[in-house]
T-cell receptor, first 112, second 113 residues
C-alpha cells in the first residue's frame, strides 16, 4: 500500500461547481497534514494546513479524520484559476529528521 | 515565508555530461534539504535528504554515485547529475522544512539530448 493515496482524477468540472478531493495515509503516527497546489511546470505551493478540527479558508475547506487516516479538501464555487494539481502532503516526525510524503496528486480542470 | 532559491531553472545538456543544480536557503539556515524528481504527469518522488556536514540519505532505487549531493554549508545544497542520459530528463526540485511546512525552490527542468 502506498504511503499516501489520492483520488486518481482528473476532475473536469464547470465553473461554480463544488469539488471534493480525498486522500488517505498509511502511517497512523503521521503528525502534520497539508494540501499543496501545483501548476504545470511550477513548484508546489502551500494551499492550506489541515487541522483535526477542520479548517476553512475562503472557498476551501479541509478536514482530517485521524481514526480513518483520511484527509479531504472541498472547493466551493470553482474558478478557472483553480485548475491545477492538488497534492496531499503528510509529515512524519522521526527521531532525528522530518519526512515529507507527497501523494500522487489529483488534477483539476475547471471548464468555462 | 521561507525562501528557497534554485538554479538553473532549466538546462539542456548533451548525454554523458554532468549538471549541477544549486539550492540556497535565503532566509534561514537549513540543516536539511530534500531533493525531489518529477516526471511528466507523475508525482514528486523523494530522491534524497541532504544533511549539512554529513552524507546524504538516499531513497531506495536512487543511485548515490549518479546523483551526487553536497551540503557543505547551512545555506547551500547542490545536486549533481553525473554522466546524464536522456532518461534523466526530468523536473528536479529542492525543498526545506520550516515548522513542518515544505517550501520549494523554483525547480530545474533538465533535458538531456
Amino acid at each position: 500500500r502506498k504511503e499516501v493515496e489520492q483520488d486518481p482524477g482528473p476532475f473536469n468540472v464547470p465553473e461554480g461547481a463544488t469539488v471534493a478531493f480525498n486522500c488517505t495515509y498509511s502511517n497512523s503516527a503521521s503528525q502534520s497534514f497539508f494540501w499543496y497546489r501545483q501548476d504545470c511546470r511550477k513548484e508546489p505551493k502551500l494551499l492550506m494546513s489541515v487541522y483535526s478540527s477542520g479548517n476553512e479558508d475562503g472557498r476551501f475547506t479541509a478536514q482530517l479524520n485521524r481514526a480513518s487516516q483520511y484527509i479531504s479538501l472541498l472547493i466551493r464555487d470553482s474558478k478557472l484559476s483553480d485548475s491545477a494539481t492538488y497534492l496531499c502532503v503528510v509529515n512524519e516526525r522521526k527521531t532525528s529528521y522530518d519526512k515529507v510524503i507527497f501523494g500522487p496528486g489529483t488534477s483539476l480542470s475547471v471548464i468555462p | 515565508g521561507a525562501v528557497v532559491s534554485q538554479h538553473p531553472s532549466w538546462v539542456i545538456c548533451k548525454s554523458g555530461t554532468s549538471v549541477k543544480i544549486e539550492c540556497r536557503s535565503l532566509d534561514f539556515q537549513a540543516t536539511t534539504m530534500f531533493w525531489y524528481r518529477q516526471f511528466p504527469k507523475q508525482s514528486l518522488m523523494l530522491m534524497a535528504t541532504s544533511n549539512e556536514g554529513s552524507k546524504a540519505t538516499y531513497e531506495q532505487g536512487v543511485e548515490k554515485d549518479k546523483f551526487l549531493i553536497n551540503h557543505a554549508s547551512l545555506t547551500l545544497s547542490t545536486l549533481t547529475v553525473t554522466s546524464a542520459h536522456p532518461e534523466d530528463s526530468s523536473f528536479y526540485i529542492c525543498s526545506k522544512l520550516r515548522d513542518l511546512r515544505a517550501f520549494f525552490g523554483q525547480g530545474t527542468r533538465l533535458t538531456v539530448v
